[in-house]
Structures are given as structure tokens and as C-alpha cells.
């Protein structure tokens, strides 16, 4: 006889990668809570899905109000059991973010550093969110209008974003 889901002793159910990041491609698609955090793919061509892009919208009574985070997220191989790689293309001042290459450092950000394969890039963008409205990150002096200034992406090509 076999156990039953959830019952002691059985094993959970592990969803393949591709599944996990379809799930996660719809939910992205549809919407996140208030419409301050989302993201996609990069390219619907990718049948690997391993590029994708999250925005972020600073939230308010801080000093990222009213401007417009890109990120990069990259879901490897092992992605979900590893987390992606998450990089801010827009300049921004963060405690967990290396300022040159916009790298949010796992180390100095629990939500990589202590990966769970329940974890999504949702939470990783929320989780930022909420890490912007810190006490140690709600006051960071800014790059000048964080969205002007261009970085180097790992291809080389300059990505600009600009609020007109």
C-alpha cells in the first residue's frame, strides 16, 4: 500500500524545473499584489528560461519613491534547488547590493544566502522591496535619479532606462 501525500514517512512530490518556472511565468504575467513588483522572461524563444527581467517600484517615504528598479534574474540549471542570480540594471545604493556591478550579494541577503527550493523570484523581488524600506537602506543616498545612468550587462550591451 502506498502513502498516502502528506501522511509521516512520504516523500514530497518535487516539481521539474521547467514546471516550476511555467507556474512562475504565469504569475508574473498576471500581476504581483500591487502592482509595485513584477517580471518575465527576457526572451520567449529561451526554452531554457533562464533570463528574466523583475521591476521594481521604489516604495513610498523612502528614498527610492517614484523611481523605477530593472533587475536581471538568472535561473541556471539548478535552478530552483540553487537560487538565480539577481543583478540591479538600474543604480541603486543598497546594503546588499554591490554597488559597481549591481550584484545583490547572497551573503549579505538572507533570502539568497539561505535558499529554499520554495522560494520564487516573486518573494526574491518582494523580499528586496521590503529590504529598500530597512532602516539601514531607506535613507541611502542615491545615484542621481537612479534610472538615468546606463550599466554593462554581461553581453556588453549598455542598458539605459530613463522616466520621461
Same mark, same amino acid.
Request: aromatic share 6%; proline share 7%.
Given at each position: 500500500?502506498?502513502?498516502?501525500?502528506?501522511?509521516?514517512?512520504?516523500?514530497?512530490?518535487?516539481?521539474?524545473?521547467?514546471?516550476?518556472?511555467?507556474?512562475?511565468?504565469?504569475?508574473?504575467?498576471?500581476?504581483?499584489?500591487?502592482?509595485?513588483?513584477?517580471?518575465?522572461?527576457?526572451?520567449?524563444?529561451?526554452?531554457?528560461?533562464?533570463?528574466?527581467?523583475?521591476?521594481?517600484?521604489?516604495?513610498?517615504?523612502?528614498?527610492?519613491?517614484?523611481?523605477?528598479?530593472?533587475?536581471?534574474?538568472?535561473?541556471?540549471?539548478?535552478?530552483?534547488? /540553487?537560487?538565480?542570480?539577481?543583478?540591479?540594471?538600474?543604480?541603486?545604493?543598497? @546594503?546588499?547590493? =554591490?554597488? #559597481?556591478?549591481? $550584484?545583490?550579494?547572497?551573503?549579505?541577503?538572507?533570502?539568497?544566502?539561505?535558499?529554499?527550493?520554495?522560494?520564487?523570484?516573486?518573494?526574491?523581488?518582494?523580499?528586496?522591496?521590503? /529590504?529598500?524600506?530597512?532602516?539601514?537602506?531607506?535613507?541611502?543616498?542615491?545615484? @542621481?535619479?537612479? =534610472?538615468? #545612468?546606463?550599466? $554593462?550587462?554581461?553581453?556588453?550591451?549598455?542598458?539605459?532606462?530613463?522616466?520621461?
Amino acid at each position: 500500500m502506498l502513502p498516502e501525500m502528506g501522511s509521516e514517512g512520504s516523500s514530497k512530490v518535487v516539481v521539474p524545473r521547467n514546471f516550476r518556472l511555467l507556474e512562475e511565468l504565469e504569475r508574473g504575467e498576471k500581476g504581483i499584489g500591487d502592482g509595485t513588483v513584477s517580471y518575465g522572461m527576457d526572451d520567449a524563444d529561451d526554452v531554457f528560461m533562464q533570463s528574466w527581467t523583475g521591476t521594481i517600484i521604489g516604495p513610498p517615504n523612502t528614498v527610492h519613491e517614484g523611481r523605477i528598479y530593472q533587475l536581471k534574474l538568472f535561473c541556471g540549471k539548478e535552478y530552483p534547488d /540553487e537560487p538565480p542570480g539577481v543583478r540591479f540594471q538600474t543604480r541603486i545604493n543598497m @546594503s546588499c547590493v =554591490n554597488y #559597481e556591478t549591481g $550584484v545583490v550579494e547572497p551573503r549579505l541577503f538572507p533570502m539568497l544566502a539561505d535558499w529554499k527550493r520554495e522560494n520564487t523570484m516573486e518573494d526574491i523581488l518582494m523580499q528586496l522591496k521590503k /529590504e529598500m524600506m530597512s532602516p539601514q537602506n531607506r535613507k541611502l543616498s542615491q545615484p @542621481s535619479d537612479g =534610472n538615468e #545612468e546606463g550599466r $554593462v550587462d554581461q553581453k556588453g550591451l549598455v542598458v539605459k532606462c530613463c522616466i520621461m
